[in-house]
């Protein structure tokens, strides 16, 4: 999967500012200037319904205290077809599964996004990405655009979302409408990472829900967002469930979410609100596991990616084992939930309430529309467009598919050629239906006109990026039927990334570059693999061919940033992290990474004003607390630099650096006791930093302790003969 912007690797900066000297020629103190940073359709409410879900007194003006609870969970990345309740046989699902016999079971549900973040705005927004205008990973929901969460929010509830992946982080818009949105991510411990794959495990997010279940006090019903990564790779799952699925990790992570699932509802019925909660489960996408050779998803719109369950359970157990066989789709969600709680749903959706066909009143058959412009966006590829019918599959692209799915659910044997007429006939449908979204469609934000200045003045093509939105019918370019083995060794190329080989996946991904420079993606991961190696001037050029074709990427201003700062041209770092920023306001590691860079240009208030970006768009973002504690210090502002430092250290309690960095603020600011806790505690959580023996001895030096401080200075030389602060010390000495 392409890379969110975010990527957790900006640089670590060693300032190099001239120390304060005493009379004899030793350094008077630590060096201040050290920065540190870790490479990282309206529903219907028709009066049977009143009858069949009696439970539910929520269809109109009932007391605020008869509607029901809504529990929306999602489970990313689960395909249907892996449930016991839709036919698995291997199925470990018997929470799941007891919804399925509780509740309703839609059959065939389709996702318009085998994505993450554009998959769960259409869910909690119940319009297609064209609407919506979230088309990728890493983009940001508009804050014009009305969310589930806001109509519940507005209906009176309180309303609360629990999410297991960065790329849902409220950053990207999902938390507009929730009192509490928990995204607890901190990227620094993700060194090098994807931020597509940052996640907390399910049973954390389990366990924060259930300990705000607890704490709840309010009378008001609730609307509560459960969201589950764990499907998604890289796997996490626990040594014990491991055990019990060798050779099958989906199968176990499921298994696993499914017993995090009946945890959380167990929770719900021992505080005895199960009776009166509507439960729905559902997923935003599927997983390829291999089929038409995707292993995972993104790639294609075929039915191994875009068919997800749906389970409803009603208040009370109504309708229990229930299934519906007509196509739904996961922008119908929002609707149904709305019409089964009564609350009024929002005009102009394209969803529509899927509560008739609870009722067993059957509605007339809409078509569900599917897209993925991630090969056109990252691999020089056409997006393509599906669209389904009760019977048939008809794909967009280069070589148009038509699959016939009463004879071919797996979508195997393509009949465009020998069905040539209703080829035509849906093509006509999704060329009206794209049209029409086309029209009501929110297009990407044009780039600023100074943004676009600075691009040029770099030598970019402003407006000329693949990132940018798409037409229908697409231009020619290539299939990704005929991109998919290529696809494969990318991905073989970053599993060797994550398993240390390096050296063998830059290899690879420079062979894939040469290929087509035009593969964005490829030519960023090998940029990435080159800065793991150390390479910065391979990387820039990786970089720097993945700009020319996407200039308006802030992920690829942000990396040849990162490249230029450790080639130690910094001006020119400062203009490209200026340019992500401009391109992408929400990047806080960009932020993060120029106060870094300002920094180290002696630019200290700039770069504390970056710092502030960085915090006001993540709270928890450890290096920005540290660094600006580290230039605050620099500047003379001793209480406001103790405060970020010891914030850093409650997010961070055992991490040496910010220990460090507390004991030279108190060494500068006269306070030697503190200084020395502080030190020898960095020094017991990293007893091999040759910096800290350094700043130990310069402490000992000031307080009297001259064999102390002359032991520490050797030792500093000992673990670094490159010290020059201990060096100096110890001539002087």
Known sequence: MARLNGQCNPPKFQTDPLPAVAPDGAPAGPRAGRFFCYPLGMPRFVPVLMVLLGALSGFGAEAAGSRPNVLLISIDTLRADRVGAYGYRRAATPNLDRLAREGVLFERVITPVPLTLPAHASLLTSLYPPRHGVRDNGEVLGGSVPTLAEQFHGAGYETAAFVGAFVLDRRFGLGRGFDVY?????????????????????????????????????????FLFLHFFDLHGPY??????????????????????????????????????ANNTLVVATSDHGEGLGDHGERNHGFFVYLSTTRVPLLVRLPGGARAGTRVRGLARLVDIGPTICALAGVPPKTGLDGRSLADEIAGRPLAAVPAYSETLYPFRHFHSSPLYAL???????????????????????????????????????????????????????????????????????????????????VFPPPAGADPKDRIALYTRFQDALEQQQQGAVAAAVA?????????????????????????????????????????????????????????????????????????????????????????????????????????????????????????????????????ARQDLERAAALEPDNADVHQALGTQAFLAGDTGRALREYSLALKLAPRSSSIH????????????????????????????????????LRAH
């Open 388 to 470: 389904r019918d009760q019977s048939r599959t008809y794909i967009q692209a280069p070589r148009p598919e038509l699959y016939d799915l009463a004879q071919d659910p797996g979508e195997t044997r393509d009949r465009a050629a020998e069905q040539n007429a209703v080829a035509a006939s849906l093509r006509g449908q999704l060329t009206k239906l794209v049209a029409a979204m086309q029209q009501a469609a929110r297009p990407p934000a044009p780039v600023a006109a100074q943004v676009a200045q600075q691009l040029r003045s770099l030598g970019y093509a402003a407006g000329a990026s693949s990132m940018r939105g798409v």
């Open 694 to 729: 350094s700043n130990l001895g310069l402490l000992y030096r000031k307080s009297g302790r001259h064999a102390e401080a002359e032991a520490e200075f050797r030792k500093a030389l000992e673990l670094d003969p490159g010290n020059q602060e201990a060096a100096q010390a």
């Open 182 to 222: 928990w995204s607890d991510f901190r990227l620094h411990q993700f060194a090098g990472a994807d931020p597509g794959e940052v996640q907390v495990r399910g049973d954390r997010v389990e366990a924060a829900a259930e300990q705000w279940l607890r704490k709840r006090k309010s009378a008001a019903p609730f």
């Open 508 to 640: 690879e991904l420079e062979q894939m570059a040469a290929t087509d420079p035009a593969l964005f993606s490829v030519q960023i991961e090998a940029g990435v693999a080159w800065q793991r190696l150390g390479q910065h001037q391979r990387a820039a050029d990786r970089f720097r061919a993945a700009l020319a074709a996407s200039p308006e990427s802030a992920l690829g201003h942000y990396n040849l940033g990162i490249s230029l700062s450790k080639l130690g041209r910094n001006e020119e770092a400062d203009r490209e992290l200026n340019l992500a920023v401009a391109l992408d306001p929400s990047f806080s590691r960009a932020h993060t990474a120029r106060g870094l860079v300002q920094a180290q240009m002696g630019q200290g208030p700039a770069a504390v004003a970056s710092f502030d970006r960085a915090l006001a768009i993540d709270p928890n973002d450890f290096e920005a607390w540290l660094n600006r504690g580290a230039v605050r210090g620099n500047m003379g502002e001793w209480q406001k």
């Open 236 to 273: 996490l799952l626990p040594a014990a469930w491991r055990g019990k699925f060798p050779g099958r990790v989906y199968d176990g992570e499921l298994a696993y979410v499914d017993d995090l699932i009946g945890r959380f509802l167990a929770a719900l019925a021992g505080r005895g609100l």
